[in-house]
C-alpha cells in the first residue's frame, strides 16, 4: 500500500469520509430515484389533501396546495445537486484558466486579473449574485452563471498560490529550459498537481453553492414555481411553522444532509492531504 492510499485511509479520514457519505448518499439517492419514479407528480394539486400531517399514503404530509411534500422533496433535491455541480464546474474553469497563468507568468498578467478577482471578492458573494439574477431574470440557467462568476476567484486564487509553488520545481525549471511551451507545462505538468489543492475546495463550493441558490430562491430569485426547491420551500411554509412543522421539517433535514455531507467529505479531504493525514 502507497503512503497516499494509507492517508487516504487513515481512521480519523475514514470517520469523515463515512459520515459524509452517509448524509450525502440520502439525497443523491432521492435525486437518482426522483429522475425515474416519484410517489405523486411534484406539482400536482388536490384541493381535498391540503395540509395533511405525515401519514401512510402522504410520508412526508402535504402543502398547503395538497401537493405530496416527498415527491417535491425528491424533485427538489434534483435542482439542488444539478444547480451546484453546474456552477461549480463553470467556477472551477474559469478559475483554472485565469489562475494558473497568474501565477505562472506574473507580473501584468498577475496583477490585472488578481485586480478583477478582488474586486469581484470585495462584496458579498450572495449580494453580487442577487444583483445579477435580479438584472438578468430569476432561472435556473441565471443563477448558474452567477454563482459560477461569484465564487470563480477563490478558485483562481487557490490555482495562483499552488502554480507559484511548482513552477519553482526542479522538474518545471528543466522542463522550461528544454523549450516546452509555457501552455504544455501548465496543462501537462502543473494542473495535474493542483488536483489535490483543488478537491477540497471544490467541494466547499458546492456547499457553498447551495446555501446561496437556497437564499436566492427562498427570496424569489432562484428557482421559480411550480420547480420544487428547498429554499421556495421552506419560505412558502413559513405561514405554518405551527400548524403544519413538517413543511419546514423534511426539506430543511434534506438541505442540511446535502450541506454536512459535503462539508465532512471535504474535511476527510482536508485529513487525507496535509501533513497530519501521514
Known sequence: MTRQSRKLRSPEASAFYIAGILLLGIVV??????LFWT???PDATDASSKLLAPCAEHPFGTDNFGRDVLSRVMAASKYTIFISAAGVAIALVLGTVSGIPAGYFGGFADRSIMLLGNSIMCFPGILLALVAVAVFGPSVANVIWALGLVFAPTFARVCRVGTMEIKELDYITHARVMGVKPARIMALHIFPNLVSQLLPATVIGLANMTLFESGMSYLGLG????DASFGKMLSD?????????WL?????LMLVFYILGLYF???GLRVSLSKGGK
Request: glycine share 0%; charged share 5%; aromatic share 14%.
Open 29 to 34: 439517492a432521492a435525486f437518482i430515484v426522483s
Open 39 to 41: 410517489p405523486y407528480a
Open 223 to 226: 428557482v421559480q414555481p411550480p
Open 237 to 245: 411554509a413559513q405561514a405554518y411553522i405551527r400548524t403544519a412543522p
Open 248 to 252: 419546514i421539517v423534511f426539506p430543511a
Open 265 to 267: 467529505i471535504s474535511e
